[in-house]
């Protein structure tokens, strides 16, 4: 099995959900078995209980599960029928930990967040079906409740071998009006935080206002350490649904494929 772990940084709301499914629908119109995974880094046990005017609609799976929003995206892109195990927040994670521990099932030790809590993600991860699952975490890359996810994700890239993985980093760059110029600096130093906690991305996803232009692109590349050709930019589109399309027309499944090694055949049907 390979896995895309999607991350973000600089803001919340930039795109993350609409990028993953995007993704993963490229992807699966290249004849791959994909499997998508949403993960929520907040404590509520499922979005049942969080306000739809701060958190946006409640999205219901078929099997009755009260899920985020984007599990609607993943339905809507992928054509398929997500259930409550696309979903984990840190809430489930938290409370299947404490619950075995008050059934006696750790047997004398001390219950920490490493490795009890992060073995109890890596077990739900594995669990998945598909040959390449998507996981995108929700937040911002240095939110203390995200961390304990991205530290799972960075062990399990070690243990199933960092080969079968692809980190793609979700920024921002704000176009600053007065000075005439993109500012890549916060997407810098998201991608620092990141290398820090030992995910070196292997591709960014540059969301902009507007087209971005070649230097600023080339400036993230350098300064984050990802081939240049990894580096992509994705402005605001009027119209979501043809992120698909703008990813495939850049070839990103091309580019994916080549890093997970996995052979594709290109059979582009997304229409909406
Ligand atoms: P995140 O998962 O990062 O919180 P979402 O994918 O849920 O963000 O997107 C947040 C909002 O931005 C949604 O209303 C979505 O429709 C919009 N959006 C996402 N990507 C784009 C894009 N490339 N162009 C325009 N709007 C977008």
Redesign the pocket.
Known sequence: QKFIVVT?GVL????????SASLARILKDSGINVNILKIDPYLNVDAGTMNPNQHGEVFVTEDGYEAD??LG?YERFLGIDVSRKNNITAGQIYLSVIQREREGKYLGSTVQIVPHVTAEIKERIKSMSGDLLVIEIGGTVGDIEGEVFLEAVRELAFEIGRENFLFAHVTYVPFLRTTNEFKTKPTQQSTQLLRKIGIHPDTIVV?TEGPIDANSLYKVALFSGVPRNMVIN?P??PN?YE?PNILHSLGLHRLVARKLNLEIRDNYTWHY
Not at 12 to 19: D, L, P, R, V, Y
């Open positions: 973000g919340s709301g930039i795109g993350k959900g609409i990028f929003l984007d995206h969301r994705l605001d589109s979501v992120v």
